[in-house]
């Protein structure tokens, strides 16, 4: 399989002289769910940056597929309050009209987003996590091959989380795309996707199945022992009313039970 | 009527046409300062056409645009505050200006008139080119509208939904450039920045849209040139300051008068 993107030997160094990556090899094959985890300053959002075409790399080589069609979900936005925007005019602006997000495609939930509310509000009125999901409305409504998400869920409550989790299954399958997800919470995004890269200080410090990465000496280090009991607890949210027994530890079939979920 | 008003109130009315909206981005972007900057360089622009006999609009245009582009690189990479690095340039300019003017053109130099404009001293000749290069700029910047307001949204955004940011930043500083050496003629090097910014701001008032406030900017305009332009005349006041007065007043009278729908 052609990756979409692939990284190799990417360095970034900041103008301050900072190391923000060193040697990151990395490869994202369609349809393909990759979180990137790790403590604060690791280079996350760095890395995605990267991806995204944003942030110019010091060495090593990005290659994208041709005329690659790309989605981005940063972590705010801050809108100019001088400038006035309903979120519908934001959904429209600079779009072909008929590219509505998620409304034909879906009959079973015509607002799967729940967007619909806030069409007709401004911009700058919305919440971090309205404001994040309009976004997500505005990314996907460009069917992308490869949609990037930074930090989705930061200020999302909890119930919020294990929906939007169960949306990014439901949002692979339905619009065929890979998802990378940059996240903070790694209990939840342990038990949805596909593959988990760990980085440290701006290092791959371990990368595979969600499985193998809980089990790395490197990861426990980073992250303690005893992660992986929430692992499981948030495996049976996203399972959700299917299963009342209790597991004691991960299943990896329990993603696809979610991605089935939303549309069964 | 007059011929003299005739001719002031055609001429100012198409520049505004132009400074509304490109006033808008001024706000949405908070260019003012950066505005300010480029227009302090128009004196230099002077100096270039009466040393090279390039027509003033475009000597001053030229003028501009070079130092916008130079404050775009400055910007990059050093460690100066935006708000000094602009004050510098801004004021350094205004003065190397005079300096290099007097030394032209020690004696017959009318200051006052760059400075403020003299709207009543436009030919038609200059009328008819003003209204010429509006004309195009407009239409450009009418074809170029949905991707500028989205890079005014956000840049990062635009550039991975496959704007090219660099030439659309480029074609913006050069329509700035130019509303700056248009507009020379009706308020004068020092009072530009009120003229792109007031009407847009009272626009900003009413509006619910980008779109609608632009075009509300430039019917702002158009009725501040002529009630600045029929004062002048009434009580034989400096068409440029009367000119900018009245968008003031109107500015105040709205800000005073209505509930705001959105914030200033």
Redesign the interface.
């Known amino acids: 399989m052609i990756p979409l993107l692939s990284l190799n030997q990417v360095a970034v160094i900041s103008?301050t002289g900072n190391q923000l990556l060193a040697d990151v090899d990395l490869s994202i094959d369609p349809k393909q769910i990759v979180s990137i985890i790790g403590p604060d300053g690791a280079g996350k959002s760095t890395l995605i940056r990267v991806m995204?075409?944003?942030q110019n790399t010091t060495s090593g080589i990005v290659e994208r597929q041709p005329d690659l069609r790309?989605?981005?979900v940063?972590q705010q936005?801050t809108?100019?309050?001088?400038?006035?925007?309903?979120t519908q005019?934001?959904l429209q602006?600079?779009r072909p009209a008929k590219n509505q997000p998620m409304e034909t495609t879906n009959s079973k939930n015509p607002d799967p987003l729940a967007i619909n509310a806030l069409r007709s509000r401004?911009l700058?009125a919305l919440s971090g996590g309205e404001m994040r999901r309009v976004?997500l409305a505005?990314a996907l409504a460009?069917s992308p091959q490869l949609l990037?998400l930074d930090e989705p869920t930061a200020g999302v409550d909890l119930i919020g989380q294990v929906e939007f989790y169960q949306l990014l299954a439901s949002i692979r399958d339905q619009y065929n795309c890979a998802i990378v997800i940059v996240s903070h919470d790694l209990h939840f995004v342990m038990s949805a996707t596909d593959r988990v890269l760990c980085l440290d200080q701006g290092l791959v410090c371990c990368h595979g199945a969600p499985e193998e990465v809980s089990e790395h000496p490197e990861y426990q280090a980073l992250f303690g022992e005893g992660t992986e009991k929430a692992f499981a607890v948030f495996s049976h949210a996203m399972g959700g009313h299917q299963h009342a027994h209790v597991h004691s530890h991960a299943h990896g079939d329990d993603h696809i039970e979610a991605g089935e979920s939303v549309h069964g | 009527m007059d011929e003299l008003i005739v001719k002031a109130l055609l001429g100012g009315s198409l520049i505004a046409l132009f400074s509304g909206p490109m006033g808008c981005f001024v706000v949405w972007r908070q260019l003012a300062y950066f505005g300010d900057a480029l227009a302090h360089s128009a004196l230099l622009g002077v100096a270039l056409s009466l040393a090279t006999e390039l027509p003033v609009t475009l000597a001053i245009a030229f003028t501009a645009a070079a130092l916008a582009l130079m404050l775009l690189k400055l910007r990059r990479g050093q460690q100066l505050a935006d708000d000094t690095l602009l004050g510098i340039l801004s004021h350094g300019a205004l003065a190397l200006g005079l300096v290099v003017l007097a030394l032209i053109e020690p004696t017959n130099m009318n200051w006052m008139d760059y400075l403020f404009g003299d709207i009543l001293a436009l030919s038609w000749v200059d009328i008819g080119t003003a209204a010429a290069m509006a004309t195009v700029a407009l239409a450009i910047l009418a074809w170029h509208w949905q991707p500028l307001v989205l890079i005014a949204v956000d840049q990062d955004l635009a550039s991975v939904e496959g704007i090219s940011v660099p030439r659309m930043e480029l074609l913006f500083m050069l329509l700035l450039a130019l509303v700056i050496a248009l507009a020379i003629k009706i308020v004068g090097v020092l009072l530009i920045t009120a003229m792109l910014i007031i009407p847009a701001a009272t626009a900003r008032i009413f509006s619910r849209g980008p779109t609608q406030m632009a075009l509300l900017a430039a019917l702002i305009g158009v009725v501040s040139v002529c009630g600045g332009v029929a004062g002048a005349f009434q009580w034989d006041l400096p068409t440029g300051p009367a000119i900018v007065v009245t968008a003031l007043l109107l500015f105040l009278l709205t800000t005073l008068t209505n509930k705001p729908v959105g914030r200033i």
């Open positions: 103008a995204a075409g944003l790309l989605g981005y940063p936005l809108i100019p309050k001088n400038l006035p925007l309903t005019q934001f602006l600079n401004p700058q976004l505005r460009g990037l």
